[in-house]
């Protein structure tokens, strides 16, 4: 954004109305009109801090830490860099190691942190593209099961995607308005996300057209389906659950006053967690009820607003659904699950998987582990990963299997090089620079993170990286 950017005077009116007394609206207008800094969340289920802040070091890029998110970093590269390669296309992101993600969207996520524990059933309702999805299931360490949902059909394709990349197999997704948690998966969750559909009055600052159609009514609008998302959230929560709600805006009337109207509705079963000691720093953005309500001059950062809540005991369940229809999986067979594990075994040196094998078809799954007791509520548009395809000879391995476990193999893995890398996503095969005596499937790595599946070929490995994810566009290299 630049001093150009259009800022409606009504929307600055109404500003005045709720800044803080200690913030002042020139401040405001003047951080809304500067640049957003990059900034970044390391994946820790494919790297580890210290391994990104070498790769930092050795590409010549400045890491800041994020005060609230010890995996988030904002990050500077060389202008150079920045004119010639996106960093969506720098082998770092295309290995799933780091999530490209604005620091104030890493809040609600670790609001939510400190109340996760194994074995929990969690819930991001309204999750798409994933940023938030991947770093609550990065928390939970592949323990667990997370059911990310997603009301647009475009977008859940690009949060399956995203969920490949940063090899998670312990989510499953569903396609529908959140509204209808409360009804069908009544007290289901430990914990729930609400990460809610908002006016977006503080993007501002990477998104030009933010407050283009920006209007009171429109706040109002808006703030009528955050009660009904925040109250169905309620219901599917737990007795003793924790639920954080979060908005990218910053007017009361879809902050404050939705987190007023929860606890209206179910007074002594709801409490506030207040969230000042979340961070060092975290008072300078707590309100008088114990939210974060974040404006971008304060951390340099988007406007965001976040507030954590305790179900304290049930509640009488209001509207009960039961799904209609037969679930589509069945357990596996036992031949079929046989196979596999010798499968595993002899080409990766791979004895268990965390999880429960299922099959649809001639397809193999692997669920969550704890998935059972959800199983039935509502349907699935995904579970856990696709881990292969059976045939006459046994049993094929797919792309997802090699990016969720590849890091378990203990043989046949291959490193690839920044040129191997770059031929491989442009949906080459890989030289070999001797021959090689390997013979079957190998997992292919890179920046330490497995990305996939070849196979062996003497003087080369055939690719098998899935069309739809083959890239045309300049990678990994830009000297």
């Known amino acids: 954004m630049d001093k150009s950017t259009y800022i409606p005077t009504d ?14 609206i020139e401040d405001f207008i003047s951080t809304c009109q500067s640049p957003l800094r990059r900034s970044v969340r390391v994946n820790t289920l ?10 930092c070091q050795e590409h010549n890029w400045q890491a800041e830490s994020i005060p609230w998110c010890k995996e988030g970093f904002w990050i500077t590269r060389s202008a150079e860099e920045e004119a010639a390669l996106a960093i969506g296309n ?10 490209v ?64 990349r940063m090899g998670i197999h312990n989510v499953a997704l569903s396609h529908f308005d959140g509204s209808i948690f409360g009804d069908y998966m009544f007290e289901c969750f430990d914990n729930i996300l609400l990460d809610a559909p908002c006016s977006g009055e503080g993007t501002v600052r990477k998104d030009p057209n933010a407050l283009k159609n920006w209007s009171i009514e429109s706040n109002i609008e808006i703030a009528a389906i955050q009660k009904q998302l925040i109250d169905s959230a309620f219901q599917a929560l737990k007795s003793g659950g924790t639920l954080v709600y979060s908005t990218c805006t910053l007017t009361p009337l879809e902050n404050q006053q939705v987190c007023q109207y929860l606890l209206d509705t179910y007074s002594d079963a709801v409490e506030v967690d207040n969230l000042a000691t979340l961070f ?9 009820e114990g939210y974060l309500h974040v404006w971008p001059q304060l951390y340099d950062s988007e406007g965001f607003f976040i507030a954590r809540f305790k179900k304290v005991h049930s509640v009488e369940v209001k509207n009960p659904k039961q799904k209609k229809g037969v679930f589509p999986f069945d357990p596996i067979d036992k031949k079929v699950t046989k196979t596999l594990q010798l499968a595993l075994e002899k080409q990766f040196g791979i004895t268990t998987l965390p999880g429960k094998l299922m099959q649809r078809d001639k397809e193999v799954w692997l669920f969550p582990n704890g998935f059972d007791a959800i199983q ?12 292969g395809t059976t045939h006459k000879n046994g049993v094929r391995l797919e792309h997802e299997f090699a990016t969720a476990f590849g890091h378990l193999a203990q043989k046949n893995t291959l490193p690839l090089t920044r040129a191997q890398a770059k031929d491989y996503f442009n949906g080459k095969d ?7 005596a390997h013979t079957g499937e190998v997992i292919l790595t890179l920046c330490g993170s497995a990305i996939g599946l070849g196979k062996w070929q003497k003087n080369k490995v055939k690719n098998s990286l899935p069309r739809d994810l083959i890239k045309d566009d300049l990678l990994i290299t830009w000297v």
Do not use: W
Request: glycine share 4%.
């Open 430 to 436: 890989i030289r070999l620079d001797e021959l090689t």
């Open 11 to 24: 929307f600055i009116d109404d500003i005045k109305t709720y800044l803080p007394s200690h913030l002042s």
């Open 46 to 55: 494919k790297m580890s801090i210290t391994a990104f802040l070498a790769y």
């Open 90 to 99: 720098t082998d770092i992101h295309l290995s799933g190691c780091i999530y």
């Open 101 to 164: 993600q604005e620091a104030s969207s890493m809040l609600p996520p670790t609001a939510l942190k400190p109340t996760l524990t194994p074995d929990d059933i969690n819930l991001d309702m309204a999750s798409a593209p994933g940023s938030k999805t991947s770093q609550i299931a990065a928390y939970m360490s592949g323990n667990g099961v997370l059911v990310a949902n997603e009301l647009s059909s475009s977008r859940l394709k690009a949060l399956a995607a995203n969920m490949k």
């Open 280 to 288: 060092s720093g975290a008072d300078k953005a707590t309100t008088s």
């Open 376 to 387: 039935d509520r509502i349907k699935y548009a995904r579970i856990g990963i696709l881990l």
